[in-house]
């Protein structure tokens, strides 16, 4: 939990970045919490590895890009109140397809093609996929675009029309970035000492944290916006929209964007595939498994997936 808490609330704030998406993080937080406990559950009887079903933060990516696009189309249709039940449709049947094409590329034994490609090709790939999650993560941490935020400290520019939270400066939201990449240096250094060296890495930012909030009178460290939602949401709330979407109010020339899904499973399928290829020697296989049979394991995460 120590790990997997902080994780899963980063996810949904990556989710949610848009600030017309900001009121529903407490909802998709937990949505996602679920899916992370269904995921663990499944993982203890799916696939050869011995660890739980981890979330992507390159999906999260996704799906907030997918959100913008469906945010514009509700907009324009002037159904807000149904963008959110839609969404909760949209997010699972874009997993479905990921799970389908997964599992047929593990049945049929398509992924082996990655090994004849270019490691200039898989390098670039990884490393685009590396740029984004860095750009999407330190726009999380500062609160506005990164861009923006260039704009506004070195060129003295609006931001193209960006403003900046309630109460916030550009100098917090610089602290913000400086505190995610000392964080991300830190938990990268501690974690290789001993087997609780990130749980007790974080307990101990944790409690750095609080003691200079306690000392500066709530001034430092600056909070990112998905701190400030004090109390979680019921938790049949997903479960409700979901219902209300199936319901009849699921609009799928609206919420589902066919070039958007494509693209989707196209990064994904690649992305897993290599990491699968590579977790192999790196994670330790269940008890009776001698070596990894890796388009099985290709397999049984599609089939998680769609579970």
Same mark, same amino acid.
């Given at each position: 939990p120590t790990i997997s808490v902080p994780f899963a609330a980063c996810y949904a704030a990556l989710c949610c970045r848009l600030p017309e998406l900001q009121a529903h993080f407490p909802v998709v937080l937990q949505q996602v919490m679920w899916t992370q406990l269904a995921g663990s559950i499944l993982a203890l009887f799916v696939g050869q590895f011995v660890t739980t079903t981890n979330l992507d933060p390159l999906t999260a990516i996704l799906f907030g890009q997918l959100s913008r696009r469906v945010l514009v189309h509700f907009r324009a249709s002037h159904a807000m109140e149904l963008f959110l039940p839609n969404m909760m449709i949209a997010m699972p049947?874009? +997993? !479905?397809c990921l799970g389908l094409c997964l599992y047929?590329?593990?049945?049929?034994?398509? &992924?082996?093609? !990655?090994?004849f490609f270019p490691y200039t090709v898989v390098g670039g790939f990884l490393a685009g996929?590396?740029?984004l999650i860095l750009q999407e993560s330190l726009?999380? &941490?500062a609160g506005v675009e990164m861009w923006d935020l260039l704009k506004m400290t070195f060129l003295r520019l609006d #931001? &193209? #029309? +960006?403003? !900046?939270?309630s109460g916030a400066t550009l100098q917090g939201c610089w602290l913000?970035? #400086? !505190? &995610?990449?000392v964080f991300s240096v830190l938990m990268e250094r501690v974690r290789d000492l001993h087997t609780f060296a990130t749980p007790l890495g974080l307990a101990f930012c944790v409690v750095t944290s609080l003691a200079v909030e306690s000392l500066s009178d709530g001034s430092y460290p600056p909070r990112s916006w998905f701190l400030k939602f004090p109390d979680p949401v019921n938790w049949w709330e997903p479960f409700q929209l979901l219902g209300q979407g199936l319901a009849g109010d699921f609009r799928p020339y609206e919420a589902l964007d066919l070039e958007f899904i494509v693209t989707f499973v196209t990064i994904m399928t690649v992305s897993w595939s290599i990491n699968t290829l590579a977790v192999a020697k790196l994670v330790p296989l269940r008890p009776g498994i001698r070596r990894c049979e890796e388009q099985s394991e290709i397999r049984s995460l599609g089939l998680t997936n769609i579970l």
């Open positions: 049947v874009m +997993t !479905l047929f590329v593990g049945h049929w034994k398509l &992924a082996f093609m !990655l090994r996929s590396g740029l726009s999380l &941490a #931001g &193209a #029309g +960006t403003e !900046l939270e913000q970035v #400086g !505190l &995610a990449v």
